[in-house]
């Protein structure tokens, strides 16, 4: 009898140490760069990590909401593409309209509209096929990778729209301050991240939209029967991803002052690997925000730590991957102790 | 007597617990060579269980399993079946695009070095097993053209590749079977017996077992209840037994007959893939303050009738008027609105979100009720799942718990909470007993019987008669997709309801009309 309860209470230390692990590994990682990777502790270093984490956490934000349906989005990588490049492309050479006005140049809070109008359509349509024809989101957001980058490509024959300054006589000045500019020193970029953050974390945590998004995850079926509008749902959530994506384009090419049509090229692995890491479960209903933001941090600094310290990037993928796989066994090793624990209360 | 011959196979004190139920307690069951061997009980009875824990699907928690006297525990049915126990399911494994031949190698297969498939080989065993089981059935002809009596001689084939097979279970052999097909297993069956092979077999159609089986046993709520030979006993023992006398006892007031009609629904259909209806034209009405039953066999309809209802099935036709209100087409949640809710069957797979909370499990329907500008209303939402935690006697230690941390009938009561929590009109209850203990079976029925009582509606959909006997006001029965009766006051018993739950199967006749039985 003691034994069995002396076990048990052993399991539950090793789950308390379990479920904070990515907060540990974070925490550890942390350590481990500023003694072995010269400059890590640097302000101007912690803010490029900080901004590098921003970015890839916008995508991980979006995709948060679609894996904790069930789903999964592989399309973000090509809409940050093709959104830089519609930026890049209103902003150099405008909007013809041949029979009406000659060309028109938007200034620069309608171009962010439209990009980011966009990227909702886009969202829509994966949307519209997963929830409504049913196809798998996989294949679906596969399609929407192609069909997006392949329309980036197209916008500019494979170029770069460089120096994206725009000029005071076609009214549309002010583009690269998006990925430049700062307020109170913080760079616009972590401020664009956090407010995302905060209305992500809003929608889940409070609102019956996010109660839905886990109840969709967590039995589908079950939530139809309780009355819940499941294609809805799904709708918004990969609308939303697709918005974070056009905003990560836009402050991509904001930052570069030039747009690339390769740009976010496999940013949704990055994405996915950072919410997989922050604890949301690939099969959907279990996870947060709050985990995510965790994650693309423990991607970010293993990144920034590993460049700085000069690790060959081939390696450098290596450890990635292993890192991966790592976090979701121990996911699975966490899961099994709970369940046998539950099980071995039951018996009792 | 059955002391004389000595089991080929038995089961010693199993023992099954699942998270939230415990399927068997204590179940020793004898298998004898040569011998049709019946399981019966009620669904949820246990049945199913011990055999998956015969065939190697499941391991039991307890007990032990022998085999000719040695002890054994099989990690699979690949184990299981190298030993000589096989299974053939009610729904048939079977791979329809491949040849018959190929079907039965099928992760079995002849093969030189392991490597190539040795295909004359295979067609050789492939037309000398079909041939000892006398089937006409060609070795190549495609799986999926063949009659679904065909295909599990197939599957019975299978089986048969094995060294030696000594015991072979089958799980509701006959249940999409048509009449002819149905004899043509009965044969095969007496000439497997012959070659001395144990057969387990698990039906609920009672006449075929008093004509097939050697030895009953029976099951009731994961226990065995009794064990007789076929010859000693007849239909009314078996009910009887199968049954018991039900510890559920509810406070009925007497019918009060038929007074404000809540729903009327007219000829329901639901068409079945390939032909015929899985809903056939099924009308019928419900009062408010009553507890309407419908029983019927596992396959009657029944589920899907009231799935149909509340909108699961967009092809589904018919007319329905919901409270003074005609509704075309139901949409799960427009019902929902008009105050009709379903606590679906599987209360697994269909009524909870396992990877949520008591608490948001239970205000899951009724959250548009609790929300302002946008926002949850945590206090007013708590409050609520509090007063219905307090109402429905949830035993919780805290409602921010996991769902699954709960024993399966207060699980079920959490399902029927929520449906509360979205103040509904008409209840409707699939199978609200199944699986769960004696106390929460009682709990739930009384609940049914305070909504009745509150003016609700309630339609309770259930397989035990006596539990349906004792809660309901009225009881309609389905068979094959039909109404066969609607049955009130003297007429409702245990006899008309066995009968009319099988008036419909293998006959191509019209239903029988309402009222028509007895």
């Known amino acids: ?348 | 007597m059955e002391q004389m011959i000595k089991p080929i196979m038995q089961a010693r004190d199993i023992t099954k617990v699942y998270p939230g139920t415990t399927a068997l307690k204590n179940v020793s069951f004898d298998v004898f060579a040569g011998q049709v061997n019946v399981l019966i009980g009620e669904n949820g009875a246990g049945k199913s269980t011990l055999m998956k824990i015969l065939a190697g699907i499941e391991k039991p928690t307890k007990g032990m399993v022998y085999l000719e006297g040695e002890e054994v525990s099989f990690h699979n049915t690949r184990d299981a079946s190298s030993r000589g126990v096989s299974i053939i399911h009610q729904e048939l494994n079977m791979f329809s695009d491949m040849r018959v031949v190929d079907n039965m190698f099928a992760g079995n297969e002849i093969s030189g070095l392991g490597v190539l498939i040795d295909r004359k080989a295979q067609a050789k065993k492939a037309k000398e097993v079909l041939a000892r089981l006398q089937q006409p059935i060609d070795p190549d002809e495609m799986m999926r053209n063949l009659r679904v009596g065909q295909q599990q001689v197939v599957e019975i084939a299978k089986t048969m590749l094995q060294r030696e097979l000594k015991v072979l279970i089958m799980d509701e052999p006959t249940s999409s079977l048509s009449n002819v097909e149905v004899e043509a297993l009965f044969r095969l069956i007496e000439d497997l017996k012959k070659q001395g092979i144990a057969i387990i077999y698990i039906s609920h159609r009672l006449e075929e077992i008093i004509r097939i089986g050697d030895v009953v046993t029976i099951l009731r709520d994961g226990e065995r209840v009794a064990n007789a030979r076929v010859e000693d006993i007849d239909i009314r023992w078996i009910v009887e037994k199968m049954v018991g006398h039900s510890a559920v006892t509810i406070e009925k007031p007497p019918f009060q007959g038929k007074m404000e009609e809540l729903l009327k629904v007219e000829n329901y259909c639901l068409p079945r893939l390939g032909g015929g209806y899985t809903v056939d034209h099924v009308s019928f009405n419900l009062y408010k303050g009553e507890v309407l039953g419908i029983y019927g066999l596992m396959g009657a309809g029944r589920t899907e009738l009231v799935e149909s209802l509340i909108g699961l099935h967009p092809e589904a036709t018919g007319s329905m008027v919901l409270d003074g209100e005609v509704v075309e087409k139901p949409h799960v949640s427009q019902q929902i609105a008009r105050g009709m809710v379903l606590v679906p069957e599987d209360r697994q797979k269909d009524g909870l979100v396992q990877t949520m909370s008591i608490s948001d499990n239970l205000s899951l329907t009724s959250i548009p009720r609790f929300t302002q500008h946008g926002m949850i209303k945590k206090h007013a939402c708590k409050s609520a799942v509090d007063e219905v935690v307090l109402n429905m006697q949830v035993k919780v230690s805290d409602v921010r718990h996991l769902i699954t941390s709960l024993s399966g009938g207060n699980q079920q009561k959490v399902v029927i909470g929520k449906c509360v929590m979205a103040k509904a009109k008409v209840f409707i209850m699939d199978e609200p007993s199944r699986g769960i203990d004696v106390g929460a079976k009682t709990d739930i029925f009384r609940i049914m019987r305070n909504f009745a009582a509150e003016g609700m509606g309630v339609i309770f959909v259930g397989s035990e008669l006596k539990e349906i006997l004792s809660v309901c006001d009225r009881v309609l029965v389905m068979s094959n997709g039909k109404l066969t009766a609607d049955l009130s006051g003297n007429e409702m018993n245990e006899e008309n309801l066995v009968k009319a739950s099988a008036a419909a199967l293998h006959t191509g006749k019209t239903p029988n009309l309402k009222g028509e039985m007895k």
């Open chain 1, 1 to 348: 009898m003691t034994k069995s309860t002396n076990r048990r209470a052993d399991t539950s230390l090793g789950l308390i140490l379990l479920k904070g692990r990515t907060f540990i590994a974070l925490a550890l990682l942390v350590v481990y760069f500023s003694f072995r990777a010269p400059n890590f502790t640097e302000f101007s270093s912690i803010i490029l990590l900080i901004k590098h984490a921003s970015l890839y956490g916008l995508l991980a934000i979006g995709m948060t909401l679609v894996i904790l349906t069930g789903g999964i989005d592989l399309s973000v990588g090509a809409v940050v593409g093709l959104s830089a490049m519609i930026a890049g492309g209103l902003m150099t050479e405008g909007i013809r309209l041949p029979y009406v006005a000659g060309t028109i140049y938007p200034n620069v809070p309608l171009i962010l509209l439209l990009v980011c109008l966009l990227a909702v359509i886009i969202g829509f349509c994966s949307g519209t096929l997963i929830a409504k024809v049913k196809v798998p989101a996989f294949i679906a957001t596969l399609g929407a990778m192609y069909i997006g980058r392949g329309f980036a490509m197209l916008r500019s024959g494979g170029a770069t729209f460089p120096n994206l300054f725009g000029s005071e006589k076609l009214g549309n000045l002010g583009f690269d301050v998006i990925g430049s500019g700062t307020l109170w020193g913080i760079p616009y970029i972590i401020i664009i991240f956090i407010a995302v953050s905060l209305v992500a974390a809003f929608i889940t945590k409070k609102t019956p939209l996010g109660n839905q998004i886990y109840a969709v995850g967590g039995n589908e079926r079950a939530a139809i029967i309780s009355g819940i509008k499941t294609t809805r749902v799904k709708l918004f959530v990969y609308m939303f991803s697709a918005f974070c994506a056009a905003l990560a384009g836009i402050i991509k090419a904001s930052e570069l002052r030039a747009a690339h049509p390769a740009t976010g090229e496999s940013w949704e692995m990055i994405a996915i690997s950072s919410v997989v890491l922050g604890g949301t479960s690939m099969s959907g209903g279990v996870g947060s925000v709050g985990g995510t933001i965790i994650g693309v941090l423990v991607i970010t600094v293993l990144n920034d730590g590993m460049i700085m310290m000069g690790v060959s990037t081939f390696w450098q993928m290596v450890i990635k991957g292993v890192v991966i796989i790592a976090a979701v066994i121990i996911d699975l090793v966490q899961k099994d102790l709970q369940n046998k624990a539950a099980l071995a209360a039951r018996i009792k």
